[in-house]
Nanobody, 124 residues
Framework: QVQLVESGGGLVQPGGSLRLSCAASGSIFSINRMGWYRQPPGKERELVATVTSSGSATYADSVKDRFTISRHNANNAKNTVFLQMNSLKPEDTAVYYC???????????????WGQGTQVTVSS
């Protein structure tokens, strides 16, 4: 089994910062890409940022220059992804989901896996 465990959400004032973390564990052979998506209230889930195993990052236009995604090399596994969020705005309020596109040893198939989500609320 594969697990993605997120942490770091919470309530912050506009202009503030938060750092989200997500650790992948379990029956993982390799991770191609990790990233963050979010679902604002009453809206569909949307891409925030992704980073590949080689370190190539992409961002939604709405978060460019404010958010930074990175991956941590833990025992050469690169199984943790971070999202540093600065200059937060009320419109960043959403449930943030960690995503990993990986090859699991259970079944030996490449698929998307998701965390349970963490709430980020930007409000004064």
């Amino acid at each position: 089994q594969v697990q993605l465990v997120e942490s770091g959400g919470g309530l912050v004032q506009p202009g503030g910062s938060l750092r989200l973390s997500c650790a992948a564990s379990g029956s993982i052979f390799s991770i191609n890409r990790m990233g963050w998506y979010r679902q604002p209230p009453g809206k569909e889930r949307e891409l925030v940022a992704t980073v590949t195993s080689s370190g190539s990052a992409t961002y939604a236009d709405s978060v460019k220059d404010r958010f930074t995604i990175s991956r941590h090399n833990a025992n050469n596994a690169k199984n943790t992804v971070f999202l540093q969020m600065n200059s937060l705005k009320p419109e960043d309020t959403a449930v943030y989901y960690c995503n990993a596109y990986l090859l699991a040893t259970t079944g030996w198939r490449i698929a998307d896996y998701w965390g349970q989500g963490t709430q980020v609320t930007v409000s004064s």
